[in-house]
C-alpha cells in the first residue's frame, strides 16, 4: 500500500518521499515542520497521529520517547506504520502487527523508511541504501531512493501517487510536489522536480520573504 522515507541533510533540510497504490499519498501521510522533524503515518493511515508525533518532537523529546507516547496512547494503533525523524537524523519506526503484506523497515544516521505490501522485505533498505549513497540537493536524493524502490518492484501491485516535500527555514514546505493518481507516479514526479521545480525554486523562497527584491515571473503582463 504504501512505501516512505523521511530524511535529513547537512544543510538541517528536512525531507520526505512516499509512494502508494492509494490516490493522494502526500496529502495524507507526510508531516514535516522547519527545525524540528518529520513523520509519516501509513498503512492503514490515521492522519492524526504524524501532527501528534511533530508535536512531540518540538517540545524536545526523543524520538523513541515520542514514539512510544504516541503508540501507547492510541487505540488500533496494530493497524498503523509510523515513522519519525528529528532535525539531527535520530529516528524511530512502529510496524503493527495488522500491518498489510510483506513489510519491513530500515534506519541510517540521515534517514529512515517503512512500507507495507511489498515486492521485497527488503524495499526499504535499498530505499536507505540508495539515499545515502547519492548526493546534491536533499529533493533528488528523497527521489533516488523513491526509484531504487521502483527498480525493486515497489508494491506487489502497481503505484498511482506519489510525493517529494522538503522543509529548510523558510517557514513553510520549500518544496512540496505531489502526483495524486498515475500510472507511472515516480516517473512524473521525477520529472516535475528535476525539469520545472528545482530550477525555479529558491527565486519562490525569495519572493515570500523579500518580495521586492524577487525575480520575475516570466509570464505575460509581469515586465
Same mark, same amino acid.
Request: include cysteine; aromatic fraction near 4%.
Given at each position: 500500500?504504501?512505501?516512505?522515507?523521511?530524511?535529513?541533510?547537512?544543510?538541517?533540510?528536512?525531507?520526505?518521499?512516499?509512494?502508494?497504490?492509494?490516490?493522494?499519498?502526500?496529502?495524507?501521510?507526510?508531516?514535516?515542520?522547519?527545525?524540528?522533524?518529520?513523520?509519516?503515518? #501509513?498503512?492503514?493511515?490515521?492522519?492524526?497521529?504524524?501532527?501528534?508525533? &511533530?508535536?512531540?518532537?518540538?517540545?524536545?523529546?526523543?524520538?523513541?520517547?515520542?514514539?512510544?507516547?504516541? /503508540?501507547?496512547?492510541?487505540?488500533? &494503533?496494530?493497524?498503523?506504520?509510523?515513522?519519525? &525523524? $528529528?532535525?539531527?537524523?535520530?529516528?524511530?519506526?512502529?510496524?503493527?502487527?495488522?500491518?498489510?503484506?510483506?513489510?519491513? #523497515?530500515? #534506519?541510517?544516521?540521515? =534517514?529512515?523508511? =517503512?512500507?507495507?505490501?511489498?515486492?521485497?522485505? %527488503?524495499?526499504?533498505?535499498?530505499?536507505? %541504501?540508495?539515499?545515502?549513497?547519492?548526493?546534491?540537493?536533499?529533493?533528488?536524493?528523497?527521489?533516488?531512493?523513491?526509484?531504487?524502490?521502483?527498480?525493486?518492484?515497489?508494491?506487489?501491485?502497481?503505484?498511482?501517487?506519489?510525493?517529494?516535500?522538503?522543509?529548510?527555514?523558510?517557514?513553510?514546505? /520549500?518544496?512540496?510536489?505531489?502526483? $495524486?493518481?498515475?500510472?507511472?507516479?515516480?516517473?512524473?514526479?521525477?520529472? &516535475?522536480? /528535476?525539469?520545472?521545480?528545482?530550477?525555479?525554486?529558491?527565486?519562490?523562497?525569495?519572493?515570500?520573504?523579500?518580495?521586492?527584491?524577487?525575480?520575475?515571473?516570466?509570464?505575460?503582463? $509581469?515586465?
Amino acid at each position: 500500500m504504501t512505501f516512505s522515507i523521511l530524511a535529513v541533510d547537512d544543510t538541517g533540510a528536512i525531507g520526505s518521499a512516499i509512494c502508494s497504490s492509494s490516490p493522494a499519498v502526500a496529502a495524507r501521510c507526510v508531516n514535516l515542520a522547519d527545525g524540528v522533524g518529520g513523520a509519516h503515518s #501509513q498503512n492503514i493511515t490515521d492522519p492524526r497521529l504524524g501532527p501528534q508525533l &511533530i508535536n512531540g518532537l518540538r517540545d524536545g523529546r526523543p524520538v523513541e520517547e515520542v514514539l512510544a507516547w504516541v /503508540v501507547d496512547s492510541t487505540p488500533d &494503533i496494530d493497524y498503523r506504520q509510523l515513522l519519525v &525523524i $528529528d532535525r539531527e537524523g535520530r529516528s524511530a519506526i512502529h510496524s503493527g502487527s495488522h500491518v498489510l503484506g510483506h513489510h519491513g #523497515q530500515a #534506519q541510517s544516521p540521515h =534517514a529512515v523508511a =517503512a512500507g507495507n505490501m511489498l515486492a521485497r522485505d %527488503d524495499v526499504p533498505q535499498l530505499m536507505v %541504501d540508495a539515499f545515502e549513497a547519492s548526493s546534491g540537493e536533499l529533493e533528488v536524493r528523497l527521489l533516488a531512493a523513491l526509484q531504487a524502490a521502483i527498480a525493486a518492484g515497489g508494491e506487489e501491485g502497481p503505484v498511482h501517487s506519489a510525493g517529494v516535500a522538503v522543509v529548510r527555514d523558510a517557514g513553510w514546505r /520549500v518544496t512540496d510536489l505531489r502526483v $495524486d493518481w498515475a500510472d507511472n507516479p515516480v516517473e512524473l514526479l521525477g520529472e &516535475i522536480l /528535476v525539469e520545472t521545480w528545482l530550477p525555479q525554486r529558491d527565486a519562490y523562497v525569495t519572493r515570500g520573504l523579500m518580495p521586492a527584491g524577487a525575480p520575475s515571473y516570466g509570464v505575460p503582463g $509581469d515586465e
